[in-house]
């Protein structure tokens, strides 16, 4: 199993909405995580805006081609894009850029 940890920033003005949302997250989009291989994915917010993402997959990479291939994401990705900062035109889906793992105990 592929543990993988990004990086976000939410736009600090829209840090309650953030949260809001995410604790309502579309059905259909729970739905099509779980089917394309998304585990244990976690979200963690600091009150700066730094956001952690956490999540377990056998394959990253087929995990993030699964969630392209569904209408679900593209609905859900446009309508979150405006929270993040430094996006530089990308979807928060495609600034997920895994971190580099130095160390895990098991």
Same mark, same amino acid.
């Given at each position: 199993?592929?543990?993988?940890?990004?990086?976000?920033?939410?736009?600090?003005?829209?840090?309650?909405?953030?949260?809001?949302?995410?604790?309502a997250v579309?059905?259909?989009?729970?739905?099509?995580?779980?089917?394309?291989?998304?585990h244990?994915?976690?979200? =963690?917010?600091?009150?700066?805006?730094?956001l952690?993402?956490?999540?377990?997959?056998?394959?990253?990479?087929?995990?993030?081609?699964?969630?392209?291939?569904?209408?679900?994401?593209?609905r859900?990705?446009?309508e979150?894009?405006? =929270?993040?900062?430094?996006l530089?035109?990308?979807?928060?889906?495609?600034?997920?850029?895994?971190?580099?793992?130095?160390?895990?105990l098991a």
């Amino acid at each position: 199993m592929q543990r993988v940890c990004f990086l976000l920033k939410v736009r600090q003005d829209r840090l309650a909405e953030y949260r809001e949302r995410h604790a309502a997250v579309w059905p259909e989009m729970l739905e099509a995580l779980s089917a394309t291989g998304w585990h244990n994915y976690s979200l =963690f917010l600091r009150d700066d805006g730094l956001l952690v993402g956490y999540l377990e997959t056998e394959d990253f990479a087929a995990a993030q081609a699964g969630m392209e291939a569904t209408d679900v994401n593209a609905r859900w990705q446009a309508e979150m894009a405006p =929270f993040f900062e430094s996006l530089d035109g990308a979807r928060p889906d495609e600034a997920m850029k895994p971190l580099t793992e130095v160390f895990h105990l098991a």
